[in-house]
């Protein structure tokens, strides 16, 4: 018996924008038995590369041949591959009205040995759990660090660089090779969630608050709860608002599927 079950659920709100760019999906592996998928994509200006996203990283996971164990470092390696693609095929892509189209991307994988891979570009955000407590997230300073060592940027220029365009990690961006982060926990169990969310949720929050949420409710009434909190706090200017949310839960004992009957006098 597995030492937890999984419960997920996808949820979105459009905000006070006129169009709805983000998307998420949640994903079963067709060649990996065991093997779940939580993708999250903010678009910029437009859904069709956040819908690139999605379509890239199902193909390449139906395409995904699982050993008896689980191998983290080609999990690693697919998530590596979900990124390169989707851009490639996006910064071809002709721009819009908007500019060139761009996505965030947030790719979480789960597998049956109780341990999760997730890769991250943008400003997307991917969260850990255990109970209450947030013992994890995604952030940028990866990235900050990556201009400053690599790029040989000043500091105070690396920390800008969301309001440069140039210098934005983002799919698609034809000035810049996205840099994906990666990373892995290992040790899974009942009690441990993970939270993908666009950042026209996870701003109007604190990890104490998500986390609060989340471990007490269902999936779908943490995403009602966050996403009717998050329209409140934005007071009329919010953005898309999109999250997935997994949880771990232990799973139900099992009755005894016998009755017991009083045995009669042995001849």
Known sequence: MSAYKIEAGTAQH?????????????YTAARAPG???AVLADGLGTAAAAEQVLHTSKLLLDEYRAGEKAN????????????????????MSPATTGGEPQATMLVLMLTPQGQAVWAH??????????????????????????????????LDAAKKHRSTRMLMNALGNRQKTPFVTVGEQQGLKAGDAFLLASDGLWQYFTDA?????????????ASEKLINKAIERA??????????IIKLVAPPTEAPSYTV???????
């Open 14 to 26: 459009i905000g006070s924008r006129a169009l709805q760019t983000d998307r998420t999906a949640l």
């Open 35 to 37: 093997y779940v998928m």
């Open 72 to 91: 983290l470092l080609r999990l690693q390696d697919l998530l590596r591959t979900v990124a390169q693609e989707a851009h490639d095929v996006i910064a």
């Open 121 to 154: 570009v943008g400003d997307s955000r991917l969260y850990r759990f255990a109970g209450e407590q947030c013992v994890g997230r995604s952030n940028d300073q990866d990235y900050v660090r990556h201009l400053v060592e690599h790029d040989k940027l000043p």
């Open 209 to 221: 608050e998500m986390g609060m949420v989340i471990s007490r409710a269902t999936p779908r009434q």
């Open 235 to 244: 007071k009329g200017k919010g953005d898309n608002c999109t999250m997935a």
């Open 261 to 267: 009957q009083r045995m009669g006098k042995a001849v």
